[in-house]
């Protein structure tokens, strides 16, 4: 099932690598700060546990009442698939990036499963909720992601576009990209 659906105009690689990586203050810093997601006391990400191809955390929220354990794995070069449990579900989504004219369309899809009987009863109803949740979190990171984006130095730019677009340095230099104004020859970042 379709959860969120978003374009962003970072190259489709480095935006999975950054949504890859995950920190300790995500919920403090990325998607979360100022911008409909309150956190309380107790709210927080712990990484337990990371290698290049996977990470593995622990998210709570609502004061630390609720907890959920994933594992995110890196399929391949444009998906992360996450797996997780807690709070009586247990769950597995993709995030996937498809290559744009403007830089990525990126795709957020799962499926929840209830392990317990009061899930059983109460997911029919949270579910509309969950999604909506999930999608505003999405809608700040891709947000996050093109603040970083943008605010990398103009050579690291110019780098992405020679590897990811097929760019030659002497069309680069002649060629202006209105997103990118500090691209232009002579800028300095």
């Not at 990036?97 to 997911?123: D, N």
């Not at 002497?170 to 691209?183: F, K, N």
């Amino acid at each position: 099932m379709l959860i969120w659906e978003g374009t962003t105009t970072v190259p489709p690689e480095k935006a999975i690598t950054w949504m890859f990586d995950l920190r300790e203050d995500d919920h403090g810093s990325h998607g979360n700060a100022g911008r409909g997601m309150r956190s309380k006391a107790g709210d927080g990400r712990r990484i337990l546990a990371r290698t290049p191809t996977r990470v593995r955390v622990e998210d709570t929220w609502n004061g630390g009442r609720f907890r959920f354990t994933s594992e995110l794995t890196r399929v391949d070069s444009l998906t992360i698939q996450y797996a997780g449990q807690g709070n009586g579900v247990h769950g597995t989504s993709y995030l996937r990036a498809v290559p744009s004219q403007s830089g990525a369309r990126l795709t957020f899809e799962g499926e929840a499963t209830p392990t317990t009987a009061l899930m059983k009863v109460l997911l029919p109803f949270l579910g509309r909720a969950f999604r909506k949740r999930t999608g505003a979190d999405m809608d700040n990171h891709a947000r996050d992601m093109e603040e970083e984006w943008r605010a990398e130095p103009w050579w690291a730019l110019a780098l992405a576009l020679v590897c990811h677009r097929g760019y030659t340095l002497d069309r680069l230099s002649s060629h202006r990209l209105a997103r990118y104004p500090s691209l232009e020859r002579g800028a300095v970042g």
